[in-house]
């Protein structure tokens, strides 16, 4: 079996376990998201599955979207004042965000998993999740670009 056939498998045993009626759209929202390289937002999403379901809404992009990461199979990547965007991936990992292009890659670093917050913020407040977000510029647009004019010479 392939990654995605494994992915969808465990999506749909995921679901089956938390009581999630698997309909058509859901299953064509969670085969877009993984389709997608760079943690999509809903509105790519959407388009991706007006492909297929062209009467979908938003509304339902949404609210699926909301009840995925609820029960656990994507978590939403905090857009920095852009559009919340969200990974399939589960898994301990972090995160990458270029400046300049928005893309965010995924990376793994056990000593980034063990992380431990600050001693007043845990005598304050319950921790649940510690994410580790990386800001710059990527390797493609660190690299120098080549003016028009010389890749016409």
Known sequence: MDKLGENLDRFRRSCKAKGFRLTPQRIAIYEALLACEHHPGAEDISRAVRTIYPDISMDTVYRTLNTFSKIGLIHPVDGHG???????IVEPHHHFRCKQCDRIIDFYDERLNRVSPPDYILQKFTV??????????????????????????
Not at 132 to 153: N, W, Y
């Open 82 to 88: 852009r559009p919340r965007r969200y990974d399939p």
């Open 128 to 153: 649940s999740t510690v994410k580790v977000t990386l800001e710059g510029v990527c390797d493609q647009c660190s690299q120098p670009r080549k003016s028009t004019r010389a890749a016409e010479l």
